[in-house]
Each structure stands twice: as structure tokens, then as C-alpha cells.
């Protein structure tokens, strides 16, 4: 491996020194973190993050955890690990408890979950469909669907890149908005404004599971709308190798290193599987050195700045709450497209050297 996959999965062994496992939150952050975690384990054959994953659990098990919405259904990925890697209890009640949630969250519109479920989040937000779901719902659901042999799920986790992409999906400029508005039936923001980690999720989404979309009509959808996300992105790459928080409006936001690593992730994969050629390769080692070289040491441990904090698109203001939404270090989720990226990154270069 060279030196800046290795800073970055050394940035998962300062990770798990900063962050003590039971003091974490039950949250979508969080859950893929501890997902990224346990694919580092699964990539190397080894127990590495394991013992933190269980502690992380383990706590809130015995605590007690709610599952009413798309981020808090996120941690079943996790949980999910942990029960085929135990085989049983208490894990898989965790993963059960939230493969109901999908018999019994409301669908707004379509066969897509309202992004905030039941939970009290709900009276406060219009419903919605977020483009945040692709990641948090759907590479569980898949998963969970192909392991499982679940048709009833399987059928409802395949169509969801083509839901997403019916009520998100911008066809002049191959990009998605933050939300859609079922009660008012538009997207949102209204105007052209493309929030840089919206789209990363669909960039990293699909390849954690394209492998599990059964062949047929929907996984080719999954690979043709993958493919012009990629491609709409190129032109919005910095110089420098990063992306703005909104990238459509180069200058007037700020970079962003979560929206980076996520598309770099995306790249890395469409490359080493053939879906994209060679200039996605190089556009994703400058995005990824680019966010690796701005890595400090805080507290005497490697740290990961300029990510932004959960941004949401507020009613009639968005592009203000994009702006100003702060940024800072080590948000579990931005933790989480490093280690995305440079698994990715690490599998092209392994097979480069074998050709």
C-alpha cells in the first residue's frame, strides 16, 4: 500500500483511541463509522475493530435504542456484522428489529419511506424522501436481502436507485437534490443547488451494493445512473482535488473533505470494475491525496478536518444553511468516506500491480 492509503487507515486506529465505543451515539453517523470499521476488519482477515464494535452494541442494547427513522435504522449495518460473525443474539435482534421497520415505516410516496419515519422529527419536517437514504437504508436492505434469501425486501431494496432517481434526480445536469417534498411534490431546494455530500452518498452508496442487486433491469439501472453521476462530477472537481459543499457554485461555499472522499470512493470503484476508464482513476487519487494531505494531529492523534456538520435543507433558506453549516474534525460519517475511499483505493492498486 502506499503512504496515503496507509495515513488513512491509520487515521481508524487513531479514531477508535479518540472515540470511546459506549459513549457514542445511536445515530447514522456513528453506524458508518462502525460499518467502515468492520469492512477494514473484513478486507485484512482480522479482528481488529471487533471487540469495539460489540462494546458499541453491547451498550446500547442493555441502554436501549430507537428505530423510527432512516438514520436510526443506519446501524443495523453494523449490527448485521456482528450477528453473522457471532452467529445469533443479541445482535440479530438488533438487524430483525429493523427489517421490521420497513413492513411498518410510512411510504410517502411510492414504495420509499418517509426519511423521518414515525419518530417525533417527523412533526417538525415535511415528508420527504432524502437522497441521504440511498446509504442508509439501502446497502442494509440489500444486504440483508441477498444474505437472507428476503424476496418481499429484496424486491423493495433493488428499486430504490430508480425511486431515488425518479423523484431526485436532475436530468439536465445528471446530479440529485437534497430532498423531495411529497405533500408539495417537488423537490428541494427548488433552485439548482447540488449539496456535494448528498451526491457523494450516491456515489458511494451503490458500489457497497451493487454486488448484492440480484442481474437484471434494476442493477443495469444501478450502473447507468451510477455512470452519469460520475460523469456530471468531473467538471466540478477543484484544481486542488476537492469539492465545495456546493459545488455548483464554485468559490461562494467552502471544500468539503466527507463530499470528497465519498466521490473518490464512487471513482475508485467505477475504475476497478470497468465502468469507468482512466480518468476517474486519476481524478480520485487527487481528491484522495488532496484530503490525506490536510490531515493534522490533535491531541497527539491523527485527525481529519473540513468536514461539515449534518446539514439539512431548511425551508427557504437552503443554500444559506449549505454556506454556513460549520465545519470541523472527525464527524464519524466523514471518518466513514475515508475508509470507504481508501478500501477502494487500495483494491485498484492491488490489481494494477497485477496486470
Known amino acids: 500500500m502506499n503512504s496515503y492509503i496507509q495515513k488513512a487507515f491509520a487515521l481508524a486506529d487513531a479514531s477508535v483511541k479518540r472515540f470511546p465505543a459506549d459513549k457514542m451515539n445511536w445515530s447514522w453517523g456513528q453506524a458508518l463509522y462502525l460499518y467502515a470499521l468492520a469492512l477494514i476488519d473484513t478486507e485484512f482477515g482480522q479482528e481488529r475493530y471487533t471487540a469495539y464494535l460489540k462494546k458499541y452494541y453491547d451498550h446500547h442494547i442493555e441502554?436501549?435504542?430507537?428505530?423510527?427513522?432512516?438514520?436510526?435504522?443506519?446501524?443495523?449495518?453494523?449490527?448485521?456484522?456482528?450477528?453473522?460473525?457471532?452467529?445469533?443474539?443479541?445482535?440479530?435482534?438488533?438487524?430483525?428489529?429493523?427489517?421490521?421497520?420497513?413492513?411498518?415505516?410510512?411510504?410517502?410516496?411510492?414504495?420509499?419511506?418517509?426519511?423521518?419515519?414515525?419518530?417525533?422529527?417527523?412533526?417538525?419536517?415535511?415528508?420527504s424522501v432524502w437522497v441521504d437514504s440511498i446509504m442508509?437504508?439501502?446497502?442494509?436492505?440489500?444486504?440483508?436481502?441477498?444474505?437472507?434469501?428476503?424476496?418481499?425486501?429484496?424486491?423493495?431494496?433493488?428499486?430504490?436507485?430508480?425511486?431515488?432517481?425518479?423523484?431526485?434526480?436532475?436530468?439536465?445536469?445528471?446530479?440529485?437534490?437534497?430532498?423531495?417534498?411529497?405533500?408539495?411534490?417537488?423537490?428541494?431546494?427548488?433552485?439548482?443547488?447540488?449539496?456535494?455530500?448528498?451526491?457523494?452518498?450516491?456515489?458511494?452508496?451503490?458500489?457497497?451494493?451493487?454486488?448484492?442487486?440480484?442481474?437484471?433491469?434494476?442493477?443495469?439501472?444501478?450502473?447507468?445512473?451510477?455512470?452519469?453521476v460520475a460523469a456530471s462530477l468531473l467538471k466540478y472537481q477543484r484544481e486542488d482535488g476537492y469539492f465545495e459543499t456546493v459545488f455548483n457554485r464554485p468559490g461562494e461555499t467552502y471544500v468539503e473533505s466527507s463530499a470528497t472522499m465519498l466521490i473518490a470512493s464512487g471513482w475508485f470503484y467505477g475504475c476497478r470494475t470497468g465502468l469507468l476508464d482512466e480518468r476517474y482513476y486519476l481524478a480520485a487519487k487527487k481528491a484522495f491525496h488532496a484530503v490525506i494531505e490536510d490531515f493534522e494531529v490533535r491531541d497527539g492523534l491523527l485527525s481529519m478536518p473540513k468536514i461539515s456538520a449534518p446539514t439539512s435543507a431548511i425551508q427557504g433558506v437552503p443554500y444559506l444553511v449549505y454556506r454556513f453549516t460549520p465545519r470541523g474534525n472527525d464527524w464519524h460519517y466523514g471518518l466513514a468516506a475515508t475508509f470507504f475511499a481508501a478500501l477502494q483505493y487500495k483494491r485498484c492498486e492491488e490489481e494494477k500491480a497485477e496486470q
Do not use: C
Open 63 to 127: 441502554k436501549g435504542y430507537r428505530v423510527n427513522t432512516s438514520d436510526t435504522s443506519a446501524p443495523a449495518l453494523g449490527a448485521f456484522y456482528l450477528s453473522q460473525k457471532e452467529g445469533g443474539e443479541p445482535y440479530a435482534a438488533v438487524v430483525e428489529r429493523v427489517r421490521r421497520y420497513f413492513d411498518e415505516v410510512p411510504k410517502v410516496v411510492e414504495d420509499m419511506p418517509n426519511h423521518l419515519g414515525n419518530g417525533p422529527e417527523s412533526l417538525i419536517y415535511p415528508k
Open 136 to 228: 442508509m437504508y439501502g446497502v442494509f436492505t440489500n444486504w440483508y436481502a441477498s444474505v437472507k434469501g428476503d424476496e418481499q425486501l429484496r424486491e423493495f431494496a433493488a428499486k430504490q436507485p430508480r425511486m431515488f432517481s425518479k423523484y431526485l434526480f436532475d436530468e439536465s445536469e445528471d446530479l440529485f437534490y437534497h430532498s423531495y417534498w411529497t405533500n408539495f411534490k417537488t423537490h428541494y431546494p427548488r433552485q439548482k443547488l447540488f449539496w456535494g455530500r448528498g451526491n457523494g452518498w450516491v456515489m458511494a452508496a451503490i458500489p457497497l451494493f451493487m454486488d448484492f442487486l440480484p442481474e437484471g433491469q434494476e442493477k443495469e439501472y444501478a450502473k447507468w445512473i451510477f455512470r452519469r
